[in-house]
């Protein structure tokens, strides 16, 4: 049974407190698709949630999209529940944090819909990129003629929301239209495209629609299909894989590879897509919004690991196993890889079939300038993505699970979610920032990124996890940074010593003037824990006591009408 704690007691509490019901919307703005063969472009339809801060106005809105969400496994509830960290080894919400300090959170989801013109079933998840950022214009628009007062939005963009929110600000930047963003985060987006390892987009399009031996019986496994269909050929896979199964399939084969087809390629999708979202702007990025980065992916080149604990490498075998008696009538081998090391060629997925006396194979062959992208350092992805939704009764399905021997894979590069400047479209999926520099700054010949801050992470981690390092970076650029406008006058009054702190919190008084404070500590929920009134201060500096457990609070400090806040981080 889960344990209930204190915490989770009040993050239950502030998820439903001040929270409205979903709101169902459509966009109308309708982008165009033609280029995509859309003979009739139609607007999407999506949902939002807003979460009310602690004065139940909406006046600080924090945006938050949906990612690449098949069949919206997602809904608003989940995407809020997502922005949970470990925070020393407590289970604390983002989300939370940012409404006890006053901000607002909301939540844009993409759900499947049936489209009224036509009676067609979309999944908004994975639904063109471009129709999803219209819906984001849309709700910008919304809440920015409902919020109260003149404070900014910020706009969080996680894995394919950062390319949906890039797109709608470039597109009301290119169309003159008032976002009101000051701050835009991406958060382990794909802006140089997706990694999903080529030899298991064979495998599984092979054993979900390759399995039918005629008179013998179709031992295609169906299990598989929704995973084919609706993630690689959906319509964002097809925009974000940069390498994808269809272009390599020989003419007048659904499974078969062509043989001289073995470099890299991507689908028509996504060139068309990120031409056309590079073409917006000048630069092919937001320019009014400060804008950062947090990634999942090691910025110093650290590999990530395989289920026993061994570094990944290109060309890494991936699973190597052999199914007996399938259907009683023949046993399977199935073999799959790693893309290979650069200007290598290697089979990278194989199935041999007993009973035909055939073994189908896909081979894969690296650029000169790169080693494969597979073993390249990024935000990782969880292979029980792929597997939780199959078929564990079918023994192809049960040994192909067992037989793993990886459990991730690279899924947003370091290279990709830093939007590192490429030359001639020659991506080193490898390269580990050194000296890296915003285009802000005076340009540089290498490791060149757009965003004015980031934070990249030594080791590999799990594709949008969130971490107390992420969770600190971000309060710094989204609350601290509206701390340091005129709304708190005393900034520059106080300071606090030795932060993060341990037993007490020592607090220097810069003005000598003021001779009594009150003083306050509250939890993240908004809970006050503790008060107290120091008057006649003898020094510039007080000592408060504390025993708290290890976390974040807010310490607020009060002078006549005057309040000064700021994080506590407690050891």
Do not use: C
């Not at 922005?83 to 944090?97: E, I, K, R």
């Not at 974000?240 to 020989?250: A, G, K, R, V, Y």
């Amino acid at each position: 049974m889960k344990k209930i704690t204190l915490a989770s007691v009040f993050s239950f509490i502030y998820l439903i407190a001040f929270s409205q019901e979903p709101t169902t919307f459509t966009s109308t703005i309708i982008p165009d698709l033609s280029m995509y063969g859309e003979s009739i472009s139609y607007p999407g339809t999506g949902e939002y949630q807003i979460f009310l801060g602690s004065d139940n106005e909406l006046n600080k809105p924090v945006i938050i999209t949906d990612g690449f969400d098949p069949r919206d496994t997602w809904g608003t509830n989940t995407i809020y529940n997502q922005l949970s960290f470990d925070n020393a080894g407590t289970q604390t919400n983002f989300a939370d944090m940012l409404r006890a300090e006053g901000f607002d959170i909301v939540i844009l989801n993409f759900p499947v819909y049936t489209r009224t013109e036509d009676g067609m079933e979309i999944d908004g998840g994975t639904d063109f990129i471009e129709r999803n950022a219209m819906l984001l214009v849309e709700l910008i628009n919304i809440i920015n003629t409902q919020k109260i007062g003149d404070e900014q939005n910020v706009i969080v963009g996680p894995s394919m929301g950062g390319l949906i929110s890039r797109y709608a600000l470039n597109y009301m930047e290119s169309e003159s239209l008032e976002h009101d963003t000051r701050l835009w985060v991406s958060f382990d987006a794909p802006h140089h495209g997706v990694n999903a390892p080529i030899g298991l987009q064979h495998l599984f399009n092979f054993l979900a629609f390759g399995l039918d031996f005629g008179f013998l019986g179709n031992y295609s496994i169906e299990s598989l299909q929704p995973l084919v269909e609706g993630m690689f050929k959906s319509s964002a896979g097809r925009q974000m894989l940069t390498d994808q199964f269809e272009p390599h399939l020989m003419a007048g084969s659904e499974v078969n590879f062509d043989p001289s087809i073995t470099l890299p390629i991507n689908h028509p999708y996504f060139t068309t897509f990120y031409t056309n979202l590079k073409s917006l702007t000048t630069t092919g990025f937001p320019g009014n919004p400060r804008k950062i980065s947090l990634i999942n992916g090691s910025g110093i080149g650290n590999p990530y690991l395989d289920i026993n604990g061994i570094d990944i490498v290109p060309g890494r075998e991936i699973l190597n196993t052999t199914i007996e008696d399938v259907g009683g009538l023949t046993d399977i081998t199935l073999k799959a890889n790693f893309s290979p090391y650069s200007s290598q060629e290697i089979a990278v997925s194989s199935i041999q079939i007993n009973i035909l006396g055939s073994t189908t194979t896909a081979n894969s062959q690296a650029f000169s300038y790169s080693d494969g992208i597979g073993a390249s350092p990024g935000g990782l992805f969880n292979i029980g993505a792929f597997t939780e939704g199959l078929d564990n009764s079918d023994p192809i399905v049960s040994e192909f699970i067992n037989s793993l021997q990886i459990d991730k894979f690279s899924f947003v590069p370091t290279v990709s979610s830093m939007a590192l400047e490429i030359t001639d479209n020659e991506v080193n999926w490898f390269h580990a920032p050194t000296n890296l520099i915003s285009a802000n700054e005076t340009r540089g010949v290498n490791d060149t990124t757009p965003f004015d801050a980031w934070l990249m992470p030594d080791d590999n981690q799990t594709h949008t996890l969130l971490t107390s390092e992420g969770a600190n970076f971000l309060w710094e650029e989204i609350v601290s940074a509206s701390l340091k406008t005129d709304e708190f006058s005393l900034n520059n009054s106080f300071a606090v010593l030795g932060n993060p702190v341990k037993n007490q919190i020592r607090i220097q008084i810069n003005d000598r003037s003021i001779k009594n404070i009150s003083t306050k500590i509250y939890s993240i929920t908004g809970l006050e824990l503790f008060t107290n009134k120091f008057n006649t201060l003898s020094s510039n500096q007080i000592e408060i006591p504390i025993n708290l457990n290890s976390g974040i609070y807010i310490l607020e400090l009060i002078h006549k009408n005057e309040v000064f806040k700021t994080k506590i981080i407690v050891e």
